[in-house]
Nanobody, 115 residues
Framework: QVQLVESGGDLVQAGGSLRLSCTASGTFSRVNTMGWYRQNPGKQRELVATITHTGSQNYGDFVKGRFTISRDNAKSTVYLDMNSLKAEDTGVYYC?????????WGQGTQVTVSS
């Protein structure tokens, strides 16, 4: 059982920046992939970015180089640095931890980008 707690969601103007954090606790393998997904009402949850234990990164195509994912294994924390935010980035951002077929999810943090 893993607990994932996100923080950092906020209301921000278009073009601004935001940093999301997610800290994992409980029992889980340190050899894992953590990531961020986002969702708006009526839409499917979509991949934002993932990062493996060794730092291999994967990004959704819509990011277009604006977001950077990183992690601090000692703190069991993953970060998402978002730059040049657009209104389309608005949504609930969920932290994810995956080990094989297991997937844990956080409660989400709201990101609202105004224009």
């Amino acid at each position: 059982q893993v607990q994932l707690v996100e923080s950092g969601g906020d209301l921000v103007q278009a073009g601004g920046s935001l940093r999301l954090s997610c800290t994992a606790s409980g029992t889980f393998s340190r050899v894992n992939t953590m990531g961020w997904y986002r969702q708006n009402p009526g839409k499917q949850r979509e991949l934002v970015a993932t990062i493996t234990h060794t730092g291999s990164q994967n990004y959704g195509d819509f990011v277009k180089g604006r977001f950077t994912i990183s992690r601090d294994n000692a703190k069991s924390t993953v970060y998402l640095d978002m730059n040049s935010l657009k209104a389309e980035d608005t949504g609930v951002y969920y932290c994810n931890l995956r080990v094989g077929s297991y997937a844990g999810w956080g409660q989400g943090t709201q990101v609202t980008v105004s224009s």
